[in-house]
C-alpha cells in the first residue's frame, strides 16, 4: 500500500505544475437537495426532466445527467443516491465555469427544477 501512495504522490508532484502552468482557471458550484423521489430511478427521472427542461446540450446515462447550460458557459453533472426505503433520494448538482456567480446561479436554478419536476413516489 505504501508502494501505491509513494507511486500516485510522484506522478501527482510531477504532473501538476506541468497542468497548472498551462490550465485556466475554472470554478466548481455543487448543491445536494432531497428530491420528492424515494428511489434512485425515480430520482434520475427527476433529474433528466429538470435538465431538459432548464439547460441544454444534456447527455444521460445510467449513472449521471450531464451536459451544458444554453449559454454553453457552465458544464454541469447531476446523479442521484437513493437513501432507504423509509426516506426520499438526494439529487447532486455540480456546475463548471469560469465566472463562479454564473455558476452558482446556473446550479441554484437547475436543482430547483430537478426538486419540483416530478411526481412524488409515495
Known amino acids: 500500500m505504501r508502494g501505491f ?3 500516485v504522490l510522484t506522478i501527482l508532484l510531477t504532473v501538476t505544475p506541468l497542468v497548472a502552468s498551462s490550465a ?3 470554478s466548481l458550484w455543487w448543491i ?3 428530491t420528492t423521489q424515494k ?13 431538459r427542461r432548464s439547460l441544454g446540450d444534456v447527455r ?9 447550460s444554453i449559454d454553453q458557459q457552465v458544464y454541469f453533472a447531476i446523479t442521484c443516491v437513493e437513501r432507504g ?4 433520494a438526494v439529487a447532486i448538482i455540480a456546475g463548471v465555469g469560469d465566472d463562479i456567480n454564473w455558476v ?9 427544477v430537478v426538486r ?5 413516489d409515495y
Not at 428511489?39 to 429538470?50: D, K, L, Q, V
Not at 444521460?60 to 451544458?68: K, L, N, Y
Not at 426505503?85 to 426520499?88: E, Y
Open 104 to 112: 452558482r446561479q446556473v446550479v441554484q436554478n437547475t436543482t430547483e
Open 85 to 88: 426505503s423509509d426516506q426520499r
Open 39 to 51: 428511489t434512485f430511478a425515480g430520482c434520475m427521472r427527476e433529474a433528466e426532466n429538470g435538465a
Open 5 to 7: 501512495v509513494v507511486s
Open 60 to 68: 444521460v446515462t445510467p449513472d449521471e445527467v450531464s451536459g451544458f
Open 116 to 120: 419540483t419536476s416530478g411526481v412524488p
Open 24 to 26: 485556466k482557471a475554472a
Open 32 to 34: 445536494k437537495v432531497i
